[in-house]
């Protein structure tokens, strides 16, 4: 076998549909509430955020939903994306295992996001909207939608977390280029914003913050509507072209996946990956073992209770039960920021709840030392977050090593480092260090949990 072993698909097998699992689940997920009332919320209670197909989409238990094809047509700029066997990262690290990556460095922004950006931005100009609001961490779903919003002539106001406004000026940049407005958040332009200021001049901003920012605006305007780039079912649903293209393309290397990892920040690049083949084995088809990755320094599948909680700072979004570290939880800054939101999606948090997926935590030193050991067997230098996935993979390889078993071993690749290089400069100088969360923090922001009585 050759040392590039690459799985394509033509475009006329690109999927025509969504995968949605919420209609494989063994249970339901629990109802999302009002934050005032603590009632189940209605589509209604959400339409000043969102048009009402995407609302629809939040709670279909449709197992298919269409891709509208002016999404498609987006699509094909970088779909179907590669799978490549890890053949030399394979024989770097002497296992017997098969190891095999799906690609998502291949879009324009250089990451999974436009999959849902595309998506939303379509979606929002069919129901007349005109402006968007977003945030963004280290700037790739930022980057994304501003992507998104030139293809439909929507203008994009970005509320960046400060720190990352600083330490990262290439991706404001691109958003800049894309055409859309980047403002360092917490800012002057919302009470949100004023209010934490007035606290502390020189906050360094959360996603929380940033959230709460972009979502007052929205509420306040007709033709401005709100897009968050992970955590929603929405999102969740338009990244499984991901794993619907990986199963055909697993299909053609005769091979299926033991396991499956991918990094978890808010879990859209994780369930992309995942669902399509969890639901396989839900509906009666082969069992996969799955492996979530996320931080040690912002562990919130693996350290986080299963509550309730706000999506952001103020308080603003409706209650969704999820693990949790608090909305006011502030993680330190290591580098793979997109990672360092407080909770996780509802339907990773359920799924995790029903015993379907295993979660794990590495910190930053491991997850680098895999990334250059990636780089340096394959040729594509990953992403902060990606290397999380990257570790993950790598591990399960060793573990096979040291059992004698050849195991399939599938990552999701959500993306590409190179607006990254900063952290990798910082790597090989040995600049780079463990980070550790407060305990006292993240103890103050669980009891800052708000209580909740009807569930
Ligand atoms: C945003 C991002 C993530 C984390 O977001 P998820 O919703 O958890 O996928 C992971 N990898 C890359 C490359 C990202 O841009």
Same mark, same amino acid.
């Given at each position: 076998m050759s040392d590039t072993v690459k799985y394509l698909l033509d475009e006329s097998q690109a999927p025509k549909s969504w995968y949605n699992l919420a209609a494989d689940l063994p249970e339901p997920l629990p109802p999302v509430l009002h934050p005032a009332t603590q009632q189940p919320i209605t589509p209604d209670d959400l339409l000043p955020l969102f048009p009402l197909s995407l609302i629809e989409q939040e709670v279909s238990t449709e197992r298919e939903i269409e891709i509208p094809r002016p999404v498609r047509d987006i699509y094909r700029q970088w779909r179907p994306s590669p799978l490549y066997r890890a053949r030399r990262l394979e024989r770097v690290l002497q296992t017997p295992a098969r190891i095999y990556y799906k690609y998502e460095g291949v879009s324009p922004a250089g990451s999974h996001k436009p999959n849902t950006a595309v998506a939303q931005a379509f979606y929002n100009k069919e129901a007349g909207i005109r402006h968007i609001t977003t945030e963004t961490g280290a700037g790739q779903w930022g980057s994304a939608l501003a992507f998104a919003g030139?293809?439909?002539? %929507? &203008? %994009? @106001?970005?509320?960046?977390?400060?720190?990352?406004?600083?330490?990262?000026?290439?991706?404001?940049?691109?958003m800049e280029t894309y055409g859309a407005q980047c403002i360092p958040s917490p800012s002057e332009l919302t009470e949100s914003g004023r209010a934490i200021l007035a606290q502390r001049a020189d906050h360094p901003g959360s996603l929380g913050i940033a959230i709460s920012e972009a979502v007052e605006l929205a509420a306040q305007r007709a033709d401005t509507k709100y897009a968050l780039g992970s955590v929603l079912n929405h999102v969740l649903l338009h990244q499984t072209v991901i794993g619907l293209e990986a199963q055909?393309?697993?299909? @053609?290397?005769?091979? /299926?996946?033991?396991? %499956?990892?991918?990094?978890? #920040? #808010? !879990? &859209?690049?994780?369930? #992309? %990956?995942?669902?399509?083949?969890? !639901?396989? @084995?839900?509906? #009666? !088809?082969?069992?996969?073992?799955?492996?979530?990755?996320?931080?040690?320094?912002?562990?919130?599948?693996?350290?986080?209770? /299963?509550a309730y909680d706000f999506g952001d700072t103020a308080h603003l979004t409706p209650l969704t039960k999820m693990h949790t570290l608090g909305s006011t939880f502030t993680p330190p800054g290591f580098h793979a920021g997109g990672l360092r939101y407080h909770g996780m999606a509802p339907l990773i948090s359920h799924i995790k709840e029903l015993g379907l997926i295993d979660a794990r935590a590495y910190q930053q030193l491991d997850c680098f030392e895999a990334g250059m050991q990636f780089a340096r067997a394959e040729g594509i230098v990953p992403a902060p977050e990606a290397n999380h996935a990257v570790r993950g993979a790598i591990d399960e390889a060793l573990r096979c090593k040291e059992e004698g078993v050849s195991r399939s071993i599938l990552f999701n690749l959500s993306g590409h480092g190179h607006f990254d290089m900063q952290a990798y400069m910082d790597f090989l100088a040995g600049k780079l260090s463990d980070q550790t969360y407060d305990e006292a923090e993240l103890a103050m922001a669980l009891a800052g949990l708000p209580s909740v009585t009807a569930a």
């Open positions: 030139t293809l439909f002539d %929507i &203008s %994009i @106001q970005v509320f960046m977390v400060r720190v990352s406004y600083q330490q990262k000026p290439y991706r404001r940049a691109l055909a393309q697993m299909d @053609q290397a005769d091979d /299926y996946p033991d396991v %499956i990892v991918a990094c978890t #920040g #808010g !879990g &859209s690049n994780f369930a #992309g %990956i995942v669902f399509p083949f969890l !639901g396989e @084995q839900l509906r #009666g !088809g082969r069992q996969v073992r799955v492996l979530a990755v996320e931080p040690a320094a912002c562990p919130t599948l693996t350290r986080g209770p /299963y």
